[in-house]
């Protein structure tokens, strides 16, 4: 099979290139990402070689560069490529309606045009807004995002189910809870804790740090939307999550411990605009439909997530630039 992947360099996409081509010796690869400044290179160094992978630096909007792949024949797309970071959507949610709802058409469209097999749409749970103390999101669930990210995600989900209602396109939509593991990108909680930790920095908590993410090791996801691309029923929507409730505090203590610091590092500031309380990932569909179930439950997972960061610290100062540098001192400085 061939699969256009968009966004294998971010963190998700470049753990599922290295999953599926790890697993699958005779299919091949075209990845296509942007390379913006959370889209690294250094993150797929190990395949780069591999005959069964290209890569092709794009905006997914760009229909010219974009073309020529299609033409050459894709079975299934595997979509990725977003703007991934709710601080950042408050700060500019232009580009998160350029790249999250433009993109995914322009990509609708080619697959729709060249009669793609499948669109396997990589979404959010933070599309069905937030839970109080009790229940879980179900695929019924209504949307209601509530961050100009998650806005336009749902955006993006309705305008794959439009391409399936209006013109047949074999599509899935998925919906994971949060991952963490390598290579993520230290904007987001787990990696920028770790590495403010082992820098001796204060960690940032948000409000009362009680907020709660149900969170997933990457390579359950990767495992999950493999399970998709294969027994996906066209049209259907699958719920991922692996029952990994925690507040933040909690996820921010048990790093600190497992790295030996104080939890005198931890600062609680002020807290995200229109910060949603809960998530919590009903995935019985998928676990009963598909048969997927995940390898790892949050203590070893995150064991595993802190080992890695040690043992990468050149990947981490690789992709924490002046760029970075810059990203950090907008959004912590006013907190
Ligand atoms: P990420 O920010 O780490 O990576 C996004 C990638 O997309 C980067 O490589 C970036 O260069 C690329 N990209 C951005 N804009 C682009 C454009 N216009 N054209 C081409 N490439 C572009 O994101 P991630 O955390 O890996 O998330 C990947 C996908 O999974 C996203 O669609 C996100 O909504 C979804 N998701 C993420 C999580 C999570 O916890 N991180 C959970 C559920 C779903
Ligand atoms: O639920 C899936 C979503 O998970 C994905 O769709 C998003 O792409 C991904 O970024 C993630 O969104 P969150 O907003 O939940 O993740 P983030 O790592 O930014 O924050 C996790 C929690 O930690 C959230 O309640 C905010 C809090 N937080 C975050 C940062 C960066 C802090 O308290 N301090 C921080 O410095």
Redesign the pocket.
Known sequence: MRLLV??????????FIHYYLNKHLEDYVIN?????????LESLTEIENNPNYEFHR?????REILEPLFERGVDVVV???????VDRSILDPG?FV???VL?TQTLLDLAKHYNVGKFV??????VYGTLGDTGLFTEQTPLAPNSP?SAS?AG?DLMVRAYHETFGLNVNI???????GP???P??LIPLMIQNALDDKALPVYGDGLNVRDW?Y?ED?CSAIDLVIRKGISGEVYN?GGNNERTNIHVVKTILEELGKPDSLVQYVQDRLGHDRRYAIDASKIRTELGWSPKYDYESGIRKTIRWYLDNQDWMNQVRTGAYQQYYDTQYRSR
């Open positions: 968009t966004g294998g360099a971010g963190f998700i996409g470049s753990n296509v990402d942007a390379l913006t400044y959370a889209g690294n794009s905006d997914i909007t760009n979509h990725f490529a977003a703007e991934s970071h580009a350029h790249t999250n993109g749409h990589v979404s959010t749970d933070e990210y995600k993006s998925t919906r994971c809870s949060n991952n963490y290579y993520q990108f904007e987001k997933l990457v996801h991922i």
